[in-house]
């Protein structure tokens, strides 16, 4: 069974900087696109970032220059350095990756979420 974790979540000021990190566990054979995705209250869940296996990463515009995320594909995570930190970044923070499970099988998981929460 595949588990997606994510740490880091928390309190932080308007301006400050958190790191979110994800790692994956379980039978996997391969790992490719990763994500981070966010929630917040009232909302639909949107886009944060995106790195492919090869690294190619995408950002929603609201983060591009404030948010960067990157992988190890050896350990088998995926982190978000979030900086400059604003007060609608508040949201249930989601990592998201497609697995390769089996010869036969890519699927795609979510974490469990981690509240980040962004206020003075």
Do not use: H
């Amino acid at each position: 069974q595949v588990q997606l974790v994510e740490s880091g979540g928390g309190l932080v000021q308007p301006g400050g900087s958190l790191r979110l990190s994800c790692v994956a566990s379980g039978v996997i054979f391969g790992i490719g696109r990763m994500g981070w995705y966010r929630q917040a209250p009232g909302q639909e869940r949107e886009l944060v970032a995106t790195i492919g296996s090869g690294g190619t990463t995408n950002y929603a515009d609201s983060v591009k220059g404030r948010i960067t995320i990157s992988r190890d594909n050896a350990k088998k995570t995926v982190t978000l350095q979030m900086n400059s930190l604003k007060a609608e970044d508040t949201a249930v923070y989601y990592c998201n990756a497609v697995i390769v499970t089996s010869r036969y099988a890519t699927l795609e998981f979510w974490g469990q979420g981690t509240l980040v929460t962004v206020s003075s």
